[in-house]
């Protein structure tokens, strides 16, 4: 395991006494110092949840293209993404091939009753007809994993020497999705083109990524302070939890969003099929995103509403059709 990405264990903070949780809060704090990634136990996401979310996306993805196509969508969208309408790469400013995944996504659908704000940001979901275990298993699922994001934020708050609410007022209504991505093997892909990735360079968007991988060959790699690549550490049972660029500016960078990228299928794996659940929190529309000053922070940023950040990213990211 790369000495960069630890593992922090969330039970005590759950069960501990409050030297328990400072505990928790300062391991969290120095993993989040020293790469922005980290492994979490002790999360609450039970293994048989996962599992049968993960069997039900497979069920879907291995549908005809013809049953799976009335669900197609693009970027941001609600619904199935295929093949070839998505590379993260642009979010860097990088031309490169589309990514080689597609994915089921869903986001938070809970309306706010403002209209122009939830049109935009909280669409309602679409659930495949011929799969119903996909509605009823990605439910419990988000609901899951908004509850961890929620208590990994409250850490957060500690480890920044901070109430652990104080994150609190800007997640009354808060944006997320949850992609299930599925990385087909190159029997499925064909050639892989030049700087083609499964999913392609980039750092997150929102506030905290919760990530349950599959181990792979050609799976997650972690972009290091030392400017290399390197394999992300498998755990099983562990959560993947990395900051995205909102909370990284909120931090003044005492957090890295660092890049990471998943690697293309490989020649000693050409059968290699992946399902990745990745969850992607973010925080209200309208919270305003300000530098967090010395001594926590050492970067000011222009502040910013999250939902201008995130709109300018998501459009940033999706193939335009020939």
């Given at each position: ?8 264990d969330?039970?005590?903070?759950r069960?501990?006494d ?9 391991q969290?704090?120095?993993a989040?110092?020293h ?6 136990s002790g ?9 049968a979310t993960r069997q039900?996306a497979?069920t ?5 293209a ?5 669900y197609?969508?693009t970027?941001?969208g609600?619904?199935?993404?295929p093949l070839?309408v998505?590379?993260?790469a642009?979010?860097?400013?990088t031309?490169?091939?589309p990514?080689?995944?597609e994915?089921?996504t869903f986001?938070a659908d ?7 704000v939830?049109d935009?940001w909280f669409?309602?979901n679409v659930w495949?007809?011929?799969?119903p275990?996909v509605?009823?298993?990605v439910?419990q699922?988000?609901?899951a ?9 409250r850490?957060?708050?500690q480890a920044?020497?901070?109430d652990a ?5 800007s997640?009354?209504?808060?944006t997320y999705?949850?992609n ?17 990735f ?9 506030t ?6 599959e181990p792979g060959?050609g799976?997650?790699?972690v972009?290091?302070a030392d400017?290399?690549w390197v394999d992300?550490p498998?755990?099983?049972?562990a ?5 995205g660029?909102l909370?990284s500016?909120?931090t003044?960078?005492?957090w890295?969003?660092s890049?990471?990228?998943?690697l293309?299928?490989?020649p000693s ?7 990745s659940?990745v969850f992607f929190y973010?925080c209200?529309t309208?919270a305003l995103v ?6 926590i922070g050492?970067?000011?940023y222009t502040?910013?509403?999250?939902a201008?950040?995130l709109d300018e990213k998501?459009r940033?990211?999706?193939?335009e059709?020939?």
């Amino acid at each position: 395991m790369p000495a960069s990405i630890t593992t922090v264990d969330l039970q005590p903070w759950r069960e501990g006494d409050e030297r328990d949780r400072r505990q928790v809060a300062e391991q969290l704090d120095a993993a989040l110092q020293h790469s922005g990634f980290v492994l979490v136990s002790g999360h609450g996401l039970s293994p048989e949840l996962v599992r049968a979310t993960r069997q039900a996306a497979r069920t879907f993805f291995e549908l005809p293209a013809a049953e799976k196509q009335p669900y197609a969508v693009t970027v941001d969208g609600r619904g199935w993404l295929p093949l070839g309408v998505e590379a993260n790469a642009f979010s860097e400013g990088t031309s490169s091939p589309p990514d080689l995944k597609e994915s089921l996504t869903f986001g938070a659908d809970e309306r706010t009753g403002e209209a122009s704000v939830d049109d935009r940001w909280f669409q309602p979901n679409v659930w495949p007809a011929q799969v119903p275990e996909v509605e009823q298993t990605v439910r419990q699922y988000i609901a899951a994993s908004r509850a961890c994001a929620d208590l990994l934020m409250r850490v957060c708050a500690q480890a920044l020497g901070l109430d652990a609410g104080w994150f609190a007022p800007s997640l009354q209504h808060p944006t997320y999705t949850l992609n299930i991505n599925r990385y087909p093997p190159a029997r499925l892909v064909g050639p892989v083109g030049q700087d083609q990735f499964r999913i392609g360079p980039h750092t997150d968007f929102g506030t905290l990524t919760l990530l349950d991988r599959e181990p792979g060959v050609g799976g997650l790699q972690v972009f290091t302070a030392d400017e290399e690549w390197v394999d992300a550490p498998f755990e099983p049972g562990a959560l993947t939890v990395n900051v995205g660029d909102l909370l990284s500016r909120w931090t003044g960078d005492r957090w890295r969003s660092s890049r990471h990228r998943v690697l293309p299928p490989q020649p000693s794996a050409l059968d290699e099929d992946l399902i990745s659940l990745v969850f992607f929190y973010e925080c209200d529309t309208d919270a305003l995103v300000e530098s967090m000053p010395p001594p926590i922070g050492h970067t000011h940023y222009t502040p910013v509403y999250a939902a201008d950040y995130l709109d300018e990213k998501y459009r940033a990211i999706a193939v335009e059709p020939d």
